[in-house]
T-cell receptor
Framework: DQQVKQNSPSLSVQEGRISILNCDYT??????FLWYKKYPAEGPTFLIS?????DKNEDGRFTVFLNKSAKHLSLHIVPSQPGDSAVYFC????????????FGGGTRVLVKP | NAGVTQTPKFQVLKTGQSMTLQCAQD?????MYWYRQDPGMGLRLIYY???????DKGEVPNGYNVSRLNKREFSLRLESAAPSQTSVYFC????????????FGSGTQLSVL
């Protein structure tokens, strides 16, 4: 049973518009959440993270929102650029020491020029 | 600035053959990890090593063994490859175990026939 789910396997958006990626989790013990970005033939790279004590974290064009009551987080990319075309993974970590990251299945984003 | 280096990049095995995937990092990180990526499944942790001399099982350890040779190197061995082990394998390292910001290698595409 997947504890972290990304229900949209793909997303297509026009350049300059907003991309919204969603992620749902089931484990209430998760206390730290991250987004990774992956280009073809490369390893994932860290994008942005958020602690469960916050509900928003912003870094340039990227903003992550956390809704703990709904066990939902989202990644907003504004404005979207063609270079943002990639697969995005959300990941979550539990509070207990030694808990490792649990990843979602990924969302492929295509930004059209 | 090599970061995390994995070898080989591609490998084809026959069922029952063995092989070792090599990983080295030059960032002086304490923690190292092996993940596998399958379509729709995200990344799943196979084994990790919190520090030199220690290794622990992750989510999907069956059929694999690991060796933390020194602080830089962490290898993954398939003793008797099975078609179910066809996947993309990523090595990662971290010096931030509380937050799990991982640095990934570029991956090994493994096919078991």
């Amino acid at each position: 049973d997947q504890q972290v789910k990304q229900n949209s396997p793909s997303l297509s958006v026009q350049e300059g518009r907003i991309s919204i990626l969603n992620c749902d989790y089931t484990n209430s013990m998760f206390d730290y959440f991250l987004w990774y970005k992956k280009y073809p033939a490369e390893g994932p790279t860290f994008l942005i993270s958020i602690s469960s004590i916050k509900d928003k974290n912003e870094d340039g064009r990227f903003t992550v929102f956390l809704n703990k009551s709904a066990k939902h987080l989202s990644l907003h990319i504004v404005p979207s650029q063609p270079g943002d075309s990639a697969v995005y993974f959300c990941a979550a970590k539990g509070k207990a020491a030694g808990n490792k990251l649990t990843f979602g299945g990924g969302t492929r984003v295509l930004v059209k020029p | 600035n090599a970061g995390v280096t994995q070898t080989p990049k591609f490998q084809v095995l026959k069922t029952g053959q063995s092989m070792t995937l090599q990983c080295a990092q030059d960032m002086n990180h304490n923690s190292m990890y092996w993940y596998r990526q399958d379509p729709g499944m995200g990344l799943r942790l196979i084994y990790y090593s919190a520090s030199e001399g220690t290794t622990d099982k992750g989510e999907v350890p069956n059929g694999y063994n690991v060796s933390r040779l020194n602080k830089r190197e962490f290898s993954l061995r398939l003793e008797s490859a099975a078609p179910s082990q066809t996947s993309v394998y990523f090595c990662a390292s971290s010096d931030d175990p509380g937050r799990e910001k991982l640095f990934f290698g570029s991956g090994t595409q493994l096919s078991v026939l």
